[in-house]
């Protein structure tokens, strides 16, 4: 089955800076790659999703990329703010069958 | 539109006693998942129904793990007897389709401590 890798699990950078964070998956098959920002005591929600048919998506200060040939895609965040500390996951997915990453903590400093 | 409901949202039970977890998927979503969230770890799947069937229960422990699907709607997850090792979040999701690459709404979580 797929197994998805998600580093670092720990970041901290000081506001207006840029986060990056990456995420291994194994099966070549998965064709759709989503990111989950999830608050404390809160449940996960969707902020970018990619297909295996796109090379990069933004949305604002978010954007991911994909890169097919070596498995991995990657979560940037620019100019961030102390509303974007969370823990943020990775996913990759074949038709329904979703694996998630371990997920990495983000704290912004003010 | 109301997300996914589920309860209940905390649940403390003595270790062997049984628990048993409900959720209610978004009006229309075919597809509900079942995870489980350890402290500092991402959702890992129990159980995903496409409609009333149950396609992949390959991580569910079905020795003591149950789950049903009633008329492809709502959705019961079940454990007995608990252990101490299932104190966890357990999340239930919802997608639209059957095909793939939709995105999926999570409940708010049921957050279970066993004793």
């Known amino acids: 089955g797929e197994n998805v890798e998600q580093h670092p699990s720990t970041l901290s950078v000081q506001e207006g800076d840029s986060a990056v964070i990456k995420c291994t998956y194994s099966?070549?098959?998965?064709?759709?790659f989503p990111w989950y920002k999830q608050e404390l005591g809160k449940r996960p929600q969707l902020i970018i999703d990619i297909r295996s048919n796109v090379g990069e998506k933004k949305d604002q200060r978010i954007a991911v990329t994909l890169n097919k040939t070596a498995k991995h895609f990657s979560l940037h965040i620019t100019e961030t703010q102390p509303e974007d500390s969370a823990v943020y996951f990775c996913?990759?997915?074949?038709?329904?069958?979703?694996?998630f990453g371990a997920g990495t903590r983000l704290t912004v400093k003010p | 539109e109301a997300g996914v409901v589920q309860s209940p949202r905390y649940k403390i039970i003595e270790k062997k006693q049984p628990v048993a977890f409900w959720c209610n998927p978004i009006?229309?979503?075919?597809?509900l998942y079942w995870y489980r969230q350890n402290l500092g770890q991402g959702p890992e799947l129990l159980i995903r129904y496409e409609n009333e069937e149950a396609v992949d229960d390959s991580q569910l422990p079905k020795d003591r793990f149950s789950a049903e699907r009633l008329k492809g709607v709502d959705s019961t997850l079940k454990i007995q007897p608990a252990e101490l090792g299932d104190s966890a979040v357990y999340l239930c999701?919802?997608?639209?389709?059957?095909?793939?690459?939709?995105?999926?709404?999570f409940g708010p979580g049921t957050r279970l401590t066993v004793t």
């Open positions: 999701a919802s997608s639209l389709g059957q095909g793939g690459g939709y995105e999926q709404y």
């Open positions: 996913a990759a997915s074949l038709y329904n069958d979703m694996r």
């Open positions: 099966d070549s098959a998965s064709n759709y």
């Open positions: 009006s229309g979503h075919n597809t």
